[in-house]
């Protein structure tokens, strides 16, 4: 597209400089030295990031302003609706997305410029309960979304999702809503797919996503908008401004570290240097440079989207395109256009032209088929890199940070269905003197088996085993039966004992460990789960202090915790 496109100007240019020589032709992009700049403000979508990366290059690379053009950037927000900031006068161009076609059907004077991302990066993403398995298990959920995600609206109601069972809040711009409980959590988030994953991660969060594209469904993302009459007033305007943008992408596209540290040091974004080169690499894929134009539109695509609008309920069967959008031929100033049209009749085309739009239609399913292969390896990757991010390397169970996250979900779950909770804290006996004898290589496998031998007695639902320090376990179990868990936590004892792991320095010459537990029996008070843990810590330090190889277990009630008095192991086994 972009040879072809520059073939066409270049063609232009030559006709209208023989056929009219008395024009005086220049590039209606540029600034004279003593005309000034045009002040134009942009209002972003959403806080600085790469996202924007265009926008950064061509203020820094000077693009803008040879353009004859004083760029100043309006940062945006999950609150922030673009279109109305365009609308009220506030900012002369906006960053939206394909909702840009819903607005314009309601009257809101909008015209596309540029299409930015040729795929939206928008996905639904979720926490990962066993409850939300398909995105229809959002329907009695809580769903976080922003002001300009009509897109994400129109896939549930394509997947069948009766969104008045859906509880629809106002987006707090980010995910860590989803490691939340009570009133502030959320089941699901809208989400770009080119960063919360990235931030999910890091975090340790296990999320899954919902992708419109699972549907066939495939819109523009991130695009240039203008004021109608703004358009149809100051085309030279317009058409200097998509294309100093389009130059800002190029540029960003292949200096991608240099506009990180631009990012950095002129925008104070909210991430950090890997999280923006992690979302660097993520848009590539959403440019499709490589396949098409950046900024270029169709009106065959942009019928495709609102034809799923339309079937959602969104817009009218016969909704308006006309006007909507703009070429880059529209957006040149009136003099090339004339000489356009005044050498139409000698560019000849029409076999060329059909030969290369049918080759771009290959090309763009290709690309399809390309995205779609590349979102399924960044979910696999993002899913590996959550697994690894929630598991203890050595033993593979999970690790501490895991397991606060997990005792913190079962112990508001058990306060919501008034069920009980109980906590088993573990300790390899004298395991100092075990490295010290056998050394370290020798200590990872006995705390290998050990973690092993704890994980084949942890299996029922509710029920789970971390590693939560050196020589130190803990399991979380759903049983509010003491003799449950003072059995549960017996088995435990002996299983390791049963592995018959020499231990010159513990007195039954094999490795065994200690366990304290504590058990909530009742409800009220100001009890936490703090508590619970505390409970069960100072019953493993009695076992420990009272000879090693047994369980002391605890109760704890809604405004104290007791001793059970006897540990729960036979005489026979004391040591």
Not at 283 to 312: K, P
Not at 331 to 349: K, N
Not at 435 to 459: F, K
Request: some cysteine; glycine content about 8%.
């Amino acid at each position: 597209m972009s040879l072809l496109r520059r073939v066409l100007a270049i063609v232009v240019l030559m006709i209208g400089a023989c056929a009219l020589p008395g024009w005086a032709i220049a590039d209606p992009a540029a600034s004279d030295e003593g005309a000034g700049l045009r002040k134009v403000r942009v209002q972003l979508k959403w806080l600085h990031q790469f996202q924007f990366a265009g926008f950064y290059a061509a203020i820094d690379q000077g693009y803008f302003r040879r353009a004859g053009l004083e760029v100043e950037l309006l940062e945006g927000g999950p609150e922030i609706d673009p279109v109305q900031s365009v609308t009220s006068g506030r900012a002369e161009f906006g960053v939206g997305n394909s909702s840009l076609l819903l607005d314009f059907n309601q009257g809101h004077p909008v015209v596309a410029v540029a299409a930015i991302f040729q795929h939206s990066p928008f996905v639904i993403m979720a926490r990962n309960d066993p409850a939300l398995r398909s995105i229809k298990d959002l329907e009695g959920k809580t769903v976080m979304t922003e002001t300009h995600s009509a897109e994400l609206t129109a896939y549930m109601k394509k997947a069948g999702v009766d969104l008045s069972k859906v509880r629809l809040v106002p987006h707090d711009g980010t995910v860590t809503s989803l490691m939340r409980s009570g009133k502030e959590s959320a089941s699901a988030i809208t989400a770009y797919i080119s960063t919360e994953p990235f931030e999910a991660t890091r975090l340790g969060l296990d999320y899954k996503l919902f992708n419109p594209r699972d549907l066939k469904i495939d819109f523009y993302g991130d695009t240039l908008f203008t004021h109608a009459q703004f358009a149809q007033s100051h085309p030279e305007t317009v058409a200097a401004m998509r294309e100093a943008l389009i130059q800002g992408w190029h540029y960003a596209q292949t200096h991608q570290a240099e506009v990180v540290d631009l990012i950095l040091r002129s925008y104070h974004p909210r991430m950090d240097r890997p999280t923006l080169t992690l979302e660097a690499q993520a848009i590539y894929n959403l440019l499709q440079s490589d396949v098409v134009d950046i900024g270029y539109m169709s009106e065959a695509r942009w019928r495709a989207i609102g034809t799923v609008f339309a079937e959602a309920g969104m817009l009218p069967a016969h909704f308006k395109l006309d006007g909507f959008f703009i070429t880059p031929e529209a957006a040149l100033p009136a003099w090339a256009r004339q000489t356009f049209w005044l050498g139409g009749a000698v560019l000849i085309l029409g076999g060329g032209l059909t030969a290369y739009i049918l080759s771009l239609n290959r090309r763009l399913q290709a690309s399809l088929k390309l995205q779609s292969s590349q979102t399924c390896e960044l979910e696999r990757v993002n899913l590996q890199l959550s697994q690894l991010s929630r598991t203890d390397p050595l033993t593979g169970l999970f690790n501490r940070r895991h397991f606060d996250e997990a005792l913190a979900e079962e112990w508001a779950r058990a306060e919501r269905h008034g069920g009980g909770i109980s906590m088993l804290m573990i300790d390899v006996d004298h395991f100092k003197s075990y490295n010290d004898q056998l050394g370290h290589p020798a200590g990872d496998v006995c705390l290998q088996r050990v973690a092993d031998a704890l994980q084949c007695h942890v299996r029922r639902a509710g029920e789970f085993v971390a590693r939560i320090g050196g020589e130190e376990f803990a399991v979380v179990t759903t049983s509010s039966s003491l003799d449950e868990v003072s059995a549960l936590a017996e088995r435990l004892r002996q299983s390791v004992m049963d592995l018959d792991l020499p231990h010159d320095g513990n007195a039954p010459g094999v490795v065994t460990i200690s366990i304290g537990t504590c058990t909530q029996v009742s409800r009220g008070g100001a009890v936490r789960s703090s508590d619970l843990v505390a409970q069960a810590d100072a019953a493993l330090y009695e076992a420990k202090q009272t000879g090693r190889n047994r369980v002391v277990s605890r109760v704890l009630t809604g405004s104290s915790s007791s001793d059970t008095s006897a540990p729960s192991m036979s005489a026979s086994h004391r040591v």
